[in-house]
């Protein structure tokens, strides 16, 4: 089975902290996104990434980082934690080409920025 | 920019009845890729269908369905036979097949309470 699984579940940071969300998955994906999941916004994709070292923003990237060193994990930064980022964040992989439909999550992190 | 829209917050169906969740897109585009998620209280974002738009016929899984229609940008997901597993948030989704990295677009979701 494929696995996305994120560090952690629940987190709680102080405002301007330097906050790190990782992600890592076990099929050897090319394509790993961070999504940001709101009530009544549905899921906005932070950012995305095609290959190592390689990222692209998404829809909402203002306040966010990602990096990812190598292929099975992809890390999300919030350089300075803001209350307005307290929200369930959702990270995703999706092999490489375009009739490789189905992308597979993680549990997601829910984090609340105090 | 390709949107899709959940017009729906929250449906209630009885066990064993069925149930219709609406989903419209907007898009340019002729070729995509179109999926229902299924998101249950324990978070795991489940694929429950997925269509691809240069097929006419609509996609089945078991007891989900789909209402696919290409001219209107419509995608249904019908429910049969109702389980109180089918308990869950549901998200409508486009991918296109021509934009750089195909990245999913969601819909806001649908929460599907299901009662004895």
């Known amino acids: 089975d494929v696995k996305v699984t994120q560090s952690s579940r629940y987190l709680v940071k102080r405002t301007g902290e330097k906050v790190f969300l990782e992600c890592v998955q076990d099929m050897d994906h090319e394509n790993m996104f961070w999504y940001r999941q709101d009530p009544g916004l549905g899921l906005r994709l932070i950012y995305f990434s095609y290959d190592v070292k390689m990222k692209e923003k998404g829809d909402i990237p203002e306040g966010y980082s990602v990096s990812r060193e190598k292929k099975e994990r992809f890390s999300l930064i919030l350089e300075s934690a803001s209350t307005n980022q307290t929200s369930m964040y959702l990270c995703?992989?999706?092999?490489?080409?375009?009739?490789?439909?189905?992308?597979?999550f993680g549990q997601g992190t829910r984090l609340t920025v105090v | 920019a390709q949107t899709v829209t959940q017009s729906q917050p929250e449906m209630s169906v009885q066990e064993a009845e069925t149930v219709t969740l609406s989903c419209t897109y907007d898009t340019s585009e002729s070729d995509y890729y179109l999926f229902w998620y299924k998101q249950p209280p324990s978070r795991q974002m489940i694929l429950v269908i997925r269509?691809?738009?240069?097929?006419?016929q609509n996609a089945t899984e078991n007891r989900f369905s789909v209402n696919f229609q290409k001219a209107a940008k419509s995608f249904s997901l019908k429910i049969s036979d109702s389980q109180l597993g089918d308990a869950a948030m549901y998200f409508c989704?486009?991918?296109?097949?021509?934009?750089?990295?195909?990245?999913?677009?969601f819909g806001t979701g649908t929460r599907l309470l299901v009662s004895p």
């Open positions: 989704a486009y991918r296109s097949l021509n934009t750089g990295f195909q990245k999913l677009v």
């Open positions: 269509q691809e738009a240069y097929k006419q």
């Open positions: 995703a992989s999706r092999d490489r080409g375009p009739m490789n439909t189905e992308a597979f």
